[in-house]
């Protein structure tokens, strides 16, 4: 494998920066939905694998591709580990990235290294760069990104790569597959609809175009309008295709899945079929699940309760935060972008602040039970009467809509007896046409907030509506001035920050400022906001 080249002198940083750049330099400015441009001809895909010299690399390779609208990036998760816990090298292509390019390319369960990344990359752009033309120009991000992922994976040698689908599934750059081992559609729902269609039934059409002639299939339990769909497409491609049920919690043998939320049994379940079709169609009997019902290979137990995945349902405690004072901030993360999800979401919190707030008590009285008698009583009064309050950290792109997102995140928790005290919006700071950290507006830069003003209207007609009491929210509102001299919204059960930044430092002001409060703040919308949050707090 050719190293990084001479001409590229410096720090390795600084060489994963230029990379960085020149990566950026792939992402267009235009919308996903507009097919303008030459560049969404899904035929180019096919001229840059002969220029990258891995047509016979692609055919070789013993491939797992999953579709879908929610569940994919999980159940691509739980695969890999089942199969990397049953001895197998694996690779694993997700999307998208949450704080570093190089998340999406795992090898055997970690991140690719800096230096091999960069070895890849550049063997792949210089090659793309030199041989491109008018006709057949540099490939786009994401494409580049699929491309870049055969090539190491290739030359990595795996025994498996399971490939996520990044958007749809027929005209996605990972469906240049043409022979996998076994396919999968996760949940489907209602989510890209500008670029994907308008029903179920439109969606789950470009879905199942990952489905390949007599190649065996998996889905999960879906609305009928979609099933129909998968199964005529199923029917006229001679494949199999089959309902992986959800995984019984019994056979986990009194472990928890490595993935929060009670819909992660359906990802598992899918997984598991996944995982047993590729054992078996790859000729490795020796573990095998197919033919059993009653228990699960241990194997598949250790990948099942052992999987990680950034940014769904995860759960990071502000370091940030003094550790000796009794208030607290603790973010509650979760991408979801899609009604559906955004349901799951709010079940998800519900049920982990009611666990956190139960475990807090526990270790108050596990506190109480020692020390002075001036200790306790000092605890009593402070321990005992600590606020639990909910937040809302919310933002989701201009083309979806918070009618359809926000409504099912208050009504679900307001089921489970969970209100936010305050939804606050906020810019992405991640910007849409750099890569990496570098690549972060100045703070105090000018940012368009009119969709965050919409969000945050829309969000206070929902709330004082349910209190049958719709109030002129431009009168309840009052601006002031953050730190930096910019403008901050505040209104009755919202607020809009210029910045994340300066979002969270209101949320940390507000802790140190009263020892008494913790405040539990639930991040959702968008997985672009999830990262960005991460990027901060994990600092």
């Known amino acids: 494998m050719a190293q990084v080249g001479e001409d590229r002198k410096g720090s390795e940083s600084a060489a994963y920066v230029e990379a960085l750049d020149a990566l950026s330099s792939l992402i267009t400015k235009r919308s996903r939905a507009d097919k303008s441009n030459k560049g969404d001809r899904f035929d180019l895909l096919f001229d840059y694998i002969k220029i990258l010299d891995l047509e016979d690399a692609i055919s070789d390779m013993k491939i797992i591709h999953v579709a879908g609208t929610k569940g994919k990036g999980s159940t691509c998760t739980f695969t890999e580990s089942i199969l990397r816990n049953c001895g197998f090298r694996t690779g694993l292509f997700t999307s998208p990235h949450l704080i570093d390019v190089r998340e999406r390319f795992r090898l055997d369960g970690f991140d690719i290294c800096e230096e091999k990344f960069l070895a890849y990359f550049w063997w792949c752009y210089d090659r793309l760069k030199d041989k491109t033309t008018e006709d057949i120009p540099m490939p786009t991000y994401f494409r580049f990104l699929a491309l870049l992922a055969f090539k190491i994976f290739s030359a990595e040698q795996v025994d498996v790569a399971i490939l996520e689908v990044g958007l749809g599934g027929k005209f996605d750059a990972t469906n240049v597959v043409q022979k996998p081992i076994v396919c999968g559609i996760a949940s489907l729902g209602y989510d890209h609809m500008e670029i994907l269609g308008n029903t179920l039934g439109e969606i789950a059409g470009e879905k199942a175009g ?51 939320g009670e819909h992660q049994f359906v990802n598992a379940g899918l997984a598991v079929a996944l995982s047993s079709t590729w054992l078996q169609k790859t000729g490795h009997l020796e573990v095998n699940y197919l033919e059993q019902n009653s228990s699960l290979p241990e194997q598949f137990i250790k990948g099942l309760t052992t999987s990680s995945l950034q940014g769904r349902a995860q759960i990071v405690p502000d370091h940030y935060i003094n550790n000796g004072s009794d208030g607290d901030l603790v973010f509650y993360l979760d991408g979801a972008h899609s009604p559906e999800s955004m349901d799951i979401c709010a079940k998800w919190f519900s049920v982990a602040i009611a666990d956190d707030n139960q475990q807090n008590q526990m270790n108050h009285l596990v506190q109480n039970n020692s020390g002075s008698p001036a200790d306790l009583q000092q605890r009593n009064q402070i321990g005992g009467s600590t606020k639990k309050m909910q937040i809302l950290l919310f933002n989701c792109m201009q083309v979806r809509d918070p009618e359809l997102l926000l ?13 936010f005290t305050k939804a606050l919006f906020v810019p992405n700071i991640s910007v849409y046409y750099k890569v990496g950290s570098h690549a972060l507006p100045p703070s105090n830069s000018q940012v368009d907030l009119s969709w965050q003003f919409t969000l945050q209207k829309f969000w206070e007609n929902l709330i004082q509506g349910g209190k049958g009491d719709v109030k002129n929210e431009n009168a309840a509102c009052e601006e002031f001035q953050d730190d930096l ?34 405040l539990q703040v639930l991040v959702t919308g968008s997985l672009h906001l999830v990262g960005d949050v991460l990027r901060l707090v994990k600092k």
């Open 210 to 260: 990952i489905f390949k002639h007599a190649v065996p299939a998996f889905t999960v339990p879906q609305l009928d309008e979609a099933m129909h769909v998968l199964e005529d497409k199923a029917s006229k491609l001679e494949v199999p295709l089959k309902v992986a049920p959800p995984l019984d919690v019994n056979l986990l043998n009194g472990l928890k899945l490595g993935l929060e």
């Open 485 to 518: 001299g910019l403008s901050v919204r505040t209104c009755e059960n919202s607020a809009v920050f210029p910045s994340l930044p300066s979002a969270i430092k209101w949320l940390r002001d507000s802790v140190q400022h009263n020892r008494s409060i913790r």
């Open 407 to 419: 409504p099912p995140l208050v009504k679900t928790c307001a089921s489970h007896g969970v209100s």
